[in-house]
């Protein structure tokens, strides 16, 4: 049985009662390293290290998405004046 | 029972399937370990100063889990102190390490399991791979 790929990212969030809803491709976070990595290609002088900390980004976003569904986290503060929800899932 | 049946029938001496029990039980842990693939971490804290109390669920995969070892930076700062103050430094811990040693087979319990203070006031933080 092969694992289905997981495709979204879906942030949910209360922050004291204000709801937050993101979901987006997992797609645009690999735009956003090739758009990152497009530009440090016009500069002669980035480092190795910074185009290694790209590459190890791809490389974990290949594996996160080769997990498929996952709860990658749920944080709940709460505090006498605040509170804050936060849940990230991989769908 | 297969090798019950080759010890009774003297095929093999009863030390030798002494020492294939042993060895298949070895081999069964680590695909346990193979199978496992998360590191979880949990963490349930609660401020004693105020009612603040912080849960934090992260789950991991172990290959990511592996380059991500800022993971422990998760733990809340009160809850660091509070730990700090019982003699634990979270800082100490090596995940990375922890991690091999339990694909290697040589660990197959949780990697942290700390507890401080009471059930109400107090921090709990645990970290395993399942």
């Given amino acids: 049985m092969s694992i289905r790929k997981a495709r979204f990212v879906i942030v949910s969030a209360r922050v004291k009662w204000f709801p ?8 645009c ?10 530009i440090m290609s016009l500069f002669t002088r980035a480092t190795g290290r910074a185009w290694k900390t790209l590459e190890d ?24 004046d605040a509170r804050v929800k936060i849940k990230v899932l991989l769908r | ?22 060895a298949i039980g070895q081999g069964e842990q680590k695909q346990a370990a193979a199978k496992r693939t998360m590191l979880r971490i949990r963490v349930d804290a609660s401020d004693p100063e105020s009612d603040g109390r912080a ?17 422990l930076s998760l733990v809340p700062k009160e809850t660091r102190k509070e730990l700090s103050d019982k003699g634990i430094d979270l800082d100490a811990i090596d995940l990375r390490e922890l991690i091999e040693m339990f694909e ?6 949780e990697l ?15 970290i395993y791979v399942d």
């Fill in chain 1, 29 to 38: 976070l690999y735009e956003v390293i090739e758009g990152a990595q497009d």
């Fill in chain 2, 55 to 71: 849960k934090v669920n992260v789950n991991v995969p172990l290959a990511i889990a592996k380059k991500a070892m800022g993971l």
């Fill in chain 1, 20 to 27: 937050v809803f993101i979901s987006f491709p997992l797609r």
């Fill in chain 1, 57 to 80: 980004a791809e490389d974990a976003l290949d594996l996160i998405r080769g997990v498929g569904a996952l709860d990658f986290a749920s944080i709940d503060i709460k505090k006498p």
């Fill in chain 2, 1 to 22: 029972m297969r090798i019950l049946e080759m010890v009774r029938s003297g095929k093999i001496t009863p030390e030798e399937g002494e020492k294939l029990l042993a």
């Fill in chain 2, 112 to 126: 942290v399991n700390v507890e401080t203070g009471t059930d109400e006031k107090g921090a709990k933080v645990k």
């Fill in chain 2, 104 to 109: 290697s087979g040589g660990l197959t319990e």
